[in-house]
């Protein structure tokens, strides 16, 4: 693995893989769906979310330095990180998205380390970073899948170490829409992201999956599809117990 010093701009963003192809295969079919759609130019937006703004300025003021963006798409948190003078580290199974990502930011010469890997098996050594963030990453998956996720967050911080994380809220519009795989678990069958699964959590599965963090925001955000059907997601807060 290698890993750079702080994103300055002056050095070319390092790509490693870290996955078996056939462990990519296997990962519900959700690696080439994503590959077909960010080769589409779907799933791209440019700017961050607020909510990540947010917790850059808080990780800034507290010291932080070396961040984690998991499943970080075609880049943009991976940038906005970056430019604030992060060390950024950005992982996704997507090869597709990482050459989004890496173009990115070779154009606003800046630099980061971009590893394809699985997110259920993070390739960095237990205590690695200082933060950690999943935006629209962690549920695409099985409950099983985000519980190994989130015990690799919880390794891969140090102790006391901050996570800002996104979760599929219930409330959804789309919520028991598709194929059902499990409670609470479907595969869309339509729209941008059919093929891919959705797991749909409320606040009290999300407090028990966080039991090894205490969490200090929990926000429910929601915005409306075509003004008219709320699509929503929780937004968490976290801090690695020591």
């Given at each position: 693995?290698?890993?750079?010093?702080?994103?300055?701009?002056?050095q070319?963003s390092t790509?490693?893989?870290?996955?078996?192809?056939r462990a990519?295969?296997?990962?519900?079919?959700?690696?080439?769906?994503w590959?077909?759609?960010?080769?589409?130019g779907?799933?791209?937006?440019?700017?961050?979310?607020?909510?990540v703004r947010?917790?850059?300025?808080?990780?800034?003021?507290?010291?932080?330095?070396?961040?984690?963006?998991?499943?970080?798409?075609?880049?943009?948190?991976?940038?906005?990180?970056?430019?604030?003078g992060?060390?950024?580290?950005?992982?996704?199974a997507?090869?597709e998205a990482?050459?989004?990502?890496?173009?990115?930011?070779?154009?606003?010469?800046l630099?980061a380390t971009?590893?394809?890997?699985?997110?259920r098996?993070?390739?960095?050594?237990?205590g690695?970073?200082d933060?950690?963030?999943?935006?629209?990453?962690?549920?695409?998956?099985t409950?099983?899948d985000?519980?190994?996720?989130?015990?690799?967050?919880?390794?891969?911080?140090r102790?006391?170490?901050?996570a800002?994380?996104e979760?599929?809220?219930k409330r959804?519009?789309?919520?028991?829409?598709?194929?059902?795989?499990?409670?609470?678990?479907y595969?869309?069958?339509?729209?941008?992201d059919?093929?891919?699964?959705?797991?749909?959590?409320?606040?009290?599965?999300i407090?028990?999956?966080?039991?090894?963090?205490?969490?200090?925001?929990?926000?429910?955000?929601?915005?409306?599809?075509e003004?008219?059907w709320?699509?929503?997601?929780w937004?968490?807060?976290?801090k690695?117990?020591?």
């Amino acid at each position: 693995m290698v890993v750079l010093g702080p994103s300055t701009g002056r050095q070319e963003s390092t790509f490693t893989e870290k996955i078996p192809r056939r462990a990519l295969i296997e990962y519900h079919g959700n690696v080439t769906n994503w590959d077909e759609l960010f080769k589409q130019g779907k799933f791209a937006p440019q700017e961050p979310t607020w909510g990540v703004r947010r917790f850059a300025a808080f990780l800034a003021k507290m010291g932080a330095r070396r961040v984690l963006d998991l499943g970080c798409g075609a880049g943009r948190h991976l940038v906005f990180l970056a430019r604030e003078g992060f060390e950024v580290h950005g992982l996704d199974a997507s090869a597709e998205a990482l050459r989004i990502s890496r173009s990115r930011l070779r154009k606003e010469n800046l630099s980061a380390t971009l590893v394809r890997a699985d997110m259920r098996n993070i390739p960095y050594p237990d205590g690695t970073f200082d933060a950690v963030i999943a935006i629209a990453s962690l549920y695409h998956g099985t409950l099983a899948d985000l519980r190994q996720t989130l015990a690799e967050i919880q390794r891969v911080l140090r102790p006391g170490g901050m996570a800002l994380l996104e979760f599929k809220s219930k409330r959804s519009f789309r919520y028991g829409r598709g194929k059902k795989i499990e409670p609470e678990t479907y595969v869309a069958e339509t729209g941008e992201d059919a093929g891919i699964l959705h797991h749909y959590s409320d606040q009290d599965e999300i407090e028990r999956l966080l039991a090894g963090f205490v969490i200090l925001e929990i926000n429910h955000l929601e915005r409306r599809v075509e003004g008219k059907w709320p699509s929503g997601q929780w937004e968490v807060w976290a801090k690695r117990l020591p």
